[in-house]
């Protein structure tokens, strides 16, 4: 498949790194060539949940048959701060 700039893209598999599920819908931002689309994925605020760069073999069209969902996402938990030793 073939993706143009703001085309709207459906990933077909799991990236947890970036709190994504199959199925979550995005938009293609940047065609950076044949094998390299980069799309963002937002949340219902409009803030961005994730810029990833993916292939086009990660992505698929939406189907005029498919019916769109919302869910929650969980959010990050802060890191750890390192902890300095008391004096």
Do not use: C, I, W
């Not at 703001?6 to 995005?26: I, Y």
């Not at 963002?40 to 990833?52: C, I, K, N, P, R």
Request: proline share 7%; charged share 35%; glycine share 6%.
């Amino acid at each position: 498949m073939k993706f143009k700039l703001l085309d709207t893209a459906v990933l077909k598999r799991n990236l947890p790194e970036h709190g994504l599920r199959r199925g979550d819908v995005g938009a293609v931002v940047e065609v950076h060539s044949s094998k390299a689309l980069e799309v963002e994925f937002v949340l219902g605020s409009g803030d961005t949940q994730a810029l990833v760069t993916l292939r086009p073999s990660d992505l698929r069209t939406v189907r005029k048959d498919e019916l769109l969902a919302v869910r929650p996402v969980r959010k990050k938990s802060p890191r750890p701060s390192a902890r300095r030793p008391r004096r």
